[in-house]
């Protein structure tokens, strides 16, 4: 069997031309010819997939750099609004320290004013608050050294006065005019010289009757002839007598402040007309409660309330700049 091959090829002219092939040769190049052809269809497909894969990976980078520059804005914006919170907080604590000190001093200023104050009434009605005296036997503790005490000390010196004050039987029980005054007098009953262990007050029947200072209801009982009768001990060596009420509004051992009620002005006992009998006593014996009486705006609930609630607040910031003060030792 030949292993050559012919192939002959004529045109319209009827020439003809013969190609000789190997068979060999030919089934060689074919198979060189399908392998390339195999070659570079797996080469343009790998090449195809790559391009695809390079052309996501440019489309992703992109994004990531879009996401980036996002990223930096939005950092630079944080930073921004960062730098103006930090520059608004600034203002605000040194706003708040200025608002700080002009509210401390105008509370000491007050609280100087309202302390003198106390102290020109207190001296009026023959009244002292003395100081702790010191004894450095039986004492001890940790050395401090001393520090800027004025807010301190005028908030010490008006609660020694308010704890004083409170306890004093300072105004008037009803505000009607004084009809019979304390000492030697004329009995408006009898007629004969007689002796007034106190104040009568004139009233209006069933009007309110107030106590005139912070203590606890001794006696609240009918009294023979003090009629409906109040007695209440302030603690501090002064007791206050009220008499010939119409209604008690209190009972033995209840604790009373001052502007509290505690009856009506009535003309129960031994009377000539709506009235009220106020009686002051320091250590049991009846004084003039005339200078008692005349001190009007600290009978008021709502000064006294006032004052405590100044004194409450001044120290309230006292405290607070203690504590500044320390926090800044420590840290320096």
């Not at 190609?19 to 060689?28: A, D, E, I, P």
């Not at 994004?63 to 730098?83: D, F, G, I, T, Y």
């Not at 609240?220 to 009220?242: D, L, M, P, Q």
């Amino acid at each position: 069997m030949s292993d050559r091959l012919h192939i002959i090829i004529t045109g319209d002219e009827g020439k003809a031309q013969s190609f000789l092939f190997s068979k060999r040769r030919l089934k060689t190049a074919c198979f060189l010819t399908a392998s390339l052809f195999i070659t570079l269809t797996v080469i343009s497909y790998n090449a195809y997939h790559f391009f695809n894969t390079n052309k996501a990976l440019n489309n992703q980078v992109t994004e990531l750099n879009r996401e980036l520059q996002k990223s930096n804005r939005l950092k630079h914006s944080l930073a921004l609004k960062v730098q103006d919170l930090q520059e608004l907080n600034s203002n605000q604590a040194e706003d708040f320290q200025q608002e700080k000190t002009t509210l401390l001093n105008t509370a000491v200023s007050e609280l100087e004013e309202r302390s003198s104050m106390i102290e020109r009434i207190m001296s009026n009605i023959g009244i002292e608050v003395k100081d702790v005296v010191e004894d450095r036997n039986n004492s001890g503790g940790p050395f401090l050294a001393p520090r800027d005490s004025a807010g301190t000390d005028l908030v010490y010196r008006s609660d020694r006065y308010m704890e004083t004050i409170n306890f004093l039987p300072l105004g008037r029980p009803i505000p009607g005019p004084v009809t019979s005054a304390f000492g030697h007098r004329t009995d408006p009953v009898n007629g004969k010289k007689g002796y007034h262990s106190g104040v009568d007050m004139r009233g209006r029947y069933g009007q309110k009757v107030v106590a005139t200072a912070d203590g606890i209801v001794k006696k609240a009982f009918f009294n023979g002839s003090y009629g409906k009768y109040v007695e209440i001990n302030h603690g501090n060596g002064y007791t206050t007598k009220f008499a010939h009420m119409k209604k008690i509004l209190v009972k033995r051992g209840d604790r009373v402040k001052r502007g509290q009620a505690i009856g009506t002005v009535g003309n129960s006992g031994r009377s000539t007309g709506p009235h009220l009998h106020y009686e002051v006593c320091l250590d049991k014996q009846p004084i003039n409660p005339s200078k008692f009486l005349k001190v009007n705006k600290l009978y008021q609930p709502v000064i006294i309330s006032q004052l405590n609630a100044k004194k409450k607040h001044n120290v309230s910031l006292t405290a607070k700049n203690e504590h500044s003060a320390s926090s800044d030792t420590s840290e320096n």
